[in-house]
């Protein structure tokens, strides 16, 4: 893969996400560090065996490829996660390609999030479809702010109901609330 390596150091205190011990994340010419910290932030937040970071196409004849995702023994999409999508046609196209997968669209503030369950409305995808997740931006601006070509962040926890997170990001520790919308 063409772009930039960065290279990350897990910790888990949490003994429910027991994340890998490292890391190597691709950052494409075209992405932005926003894209980055959102993959970081899903992978950790949704990470469950065979959960990979950097993604792989869809199939040979379709060039899109996924912020992160996991794939079945055939080569299917389970879960098909995308950061900061601005084609909203594109999802509708996956969505239908991959009629099984989960769709789990990550945006760095709810004004995103909720531009993006408009969007689907409009496209009339099946209700429970996708997942919105969406953080605070002042949360992702700071970890932009500490995001370097090494890292480390030490998860301590995060929990679905309510939705929060604590973990601490090359010694910086953040303790934050996120969001959730269903199309």
Known sequence: ????????????HDPGRLLPRHLEMTRHAWEETTH????????????????EIN?????????????????DLHGKPEIWGECQPDDFKRIKKIASKAPSSKL??????????????????????????????????????EMNRHLSRRNK????????????????????WFETSFGILDN
Request: glycine share 6%.
């Open 1 to 12: 893969m063409k772009g930039f390596h960065y290279h990350f150091d897990f910790k888990s």
């Open 36 to 51: 980055l910290t959102l993959r970081l932030l899903a992978f950790a937040l949704l990470f469950e065996e065979g959960l």
């Open 55 to 71: 993604g792989r196409p869809l199939d040979p004849d379709a060039p899109y490829l996924p912020s992160f995702g996991k794939w």
């Open 104 to 141: 789990v669209m990550v945006m760095s503030s709810l004004q995103q999030a909720e531009t993006a369950l408009a969007a689907l409305g409009r496209m009339k995808l099946r209700k429970g479809r996708v997942k919105i997740l969406h953080f605070e931006p002042d949360l992702i601006e």
């Open 153 to 172: 962040l030490t998860w301590v926890q995060g929990t679905w109901q309510p939705p929060l997170i604590t973990l601490d990001f090359n010694w910086s």
